[in-house]
């Protein structure tokens, strides 16, 4: 899009452009999640600083340009949005290099941005030399705070305080919860799914799937809980999570199921997996774990402390970098206009699921669009 209009270079530090992309793409890659502008928005926080970008380059928008470039994506069960079968993240990336290419965007490797100079025009390091690219404008995505060995290592962050931009200390998001399990539980059923539940957390609620691990929870039910998570654990306010194992029934339906059955069966009778079971018998008393009623009750409601949030290395993406007062409405930075903020390392948040790459294509395109619409003509 851009380069139809305007000369375009890409600066990246390490010996290839998209790294992340391909970390992305180990654990199923989402590349965006099926929804109308309106609810696609929503899905952000703070919520309305995306609007406009996700208004004018959307879910529909973002497959339309994968098509383009010759990537077939489908929805799955879930809405989640993926390449079509045996295209692999490399492909994407490569078809995403062949197309920048074709568009006579330049892509210099090995180059780093360590900082501006007077001017606030960035500074570039190459295996040589320092200089200054002259350009008219500078559009920096940067990334996040995790998976440094992906590149995005925020070494940036003091470079724009230095020229007035307030920034926020990374954070992890979309994480996992460390959690102090009984060693029943650790020992035997590290690596085991919890399937099909719903977990609460301040008074909202996410089905799906969590993995216990030696140190607690992850998976897809678990990331969003961390955004909501680390307010609390930072006011250093206990933090719980509550687990419906079986969102499907209610509580009456349940005991119905195993009224007459005796505790030894109550597992079985109710189809419980042995980490189940196990999780139940550790959070619940001797009286309540053999009595039909209590029984009932705890499967619809299990209560977990969460100690702490894993370490930002690990995290699948992170909030804070650039605050969003620094910046107008195009992403431009309010007191340096000739210099852009967009994705990860802007102070904004999403649950995993597609929105995270999502988020920054829309970014993107909607900088771009005001670089090659308006700014044009300056
Ligand atoms: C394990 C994992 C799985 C994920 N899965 C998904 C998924 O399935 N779906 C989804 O939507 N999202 C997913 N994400 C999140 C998504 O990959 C990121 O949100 C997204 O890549 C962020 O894009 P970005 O361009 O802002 O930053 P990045 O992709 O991190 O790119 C930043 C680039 O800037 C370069 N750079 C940094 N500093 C400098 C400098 N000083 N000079 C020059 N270059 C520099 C880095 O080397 C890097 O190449 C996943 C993330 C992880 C870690």
Avoid at 132 to 155: Q, R
Avoid at 202 to 231: F, M, T
Wanted: charge should be positive; hydrophobic fraction near 35%.
């Amino acid at each position: 899009m851009l380069s139809h209009h305007l000369n375009v270079t890409i600066y990246e530090k390490g010996k290839t452009i998209g790294r992340k992309y391909l970390v992305a793409g180990k654990g199923g890659f989402n590349l965006a999640h099926e929804l109308d502008h309106d609810s696609l928005y929503k899905k952000y926080t703070p919520q309305e600083f995306l609007k406009n970008a996700i208004q004018n380059f959307g879910v529909q928008e973002l497959r339309n340009w994968y098509q383009t470039i010759g990537i077939e994506t489908f929805v799955g069960s879930s809405g989640r949005i993926f390449p079509k079968e045996g295209i692999s993240p490399a492909n994407v990336l490569r078809t995403i290099k062949a197309r920048l290419k074709d568009q006579s965007v330049e892509i210099s490797t090995q180059h780093e941005f360590v900082g501006f100079n007077k001017e606030q025009k960035p500074i570039i390091r190459n295996a040589e030399k320092e200089f200054v690219p002259s350009a008219d404008y500078y559009l920096f995505s940067l990334g996040g705070g995790s998976w440094k060995v992906t590149g995005a290592n925020s070494d940036w962050l003091n470079h724009f305080e230095a020229i007035g931009v307030s920034i926020q200390p990374f954070q992890a998001s979309n994480c996992g919860l460390n959690i102090s399990w009984p060693t029943g539980i650790s020992n035997f059923h590290t690596g085991k799914p919890l399937k099909n539940i719903t977990i609460c957390h301040s008074g909202q609620s996410i089905k799906g799937e969590a993995v216990i691990s030696s140190y607690g929870l992850e998976g897809n039910a678990i990331y969003p809980v961390s955004a909501w998570a680390r307010e609390s654990l930072q006011k250093q306010i206990s933090s719980t999570i509550s687990i419906d194992f079986k969102p499907q029934l209610t509580e009456a339906a349940i005991y119905e199921k195993i009224k007459s059955v005796k505790p030894k069966n109550f597992s079985k009778a109710l189809k419980l997996d042995a980490q189940t079971s196990s999780i139940i018998k550790h959070f619940t008393t001797k009286e309540q774990f053999l009595n039909q009623g209590e029984f009932a009750k705890a499967i619809k409601k299990i209560e977990i402390p969460i100690d702490s949030l894993r370490p930002i290395e690990e995290a699948i993406s992170t909030v804070g970098g650039i605050g969003i007062d620094n910046l107008n409405a195009d992403f431009s930075i309010k007191k340096h206009p000739h210099l852009f903020c967009i994705g990860e390392m802007v102070n904004w948040d999403a649950p995993t699921g597609g929105f995270l790459l999502q988020g920054c294509f829309s970014m993107g395109a909607w900088a771009a669009k005001e670089l090659a619409g308006n700014k044009k003509a300056d």
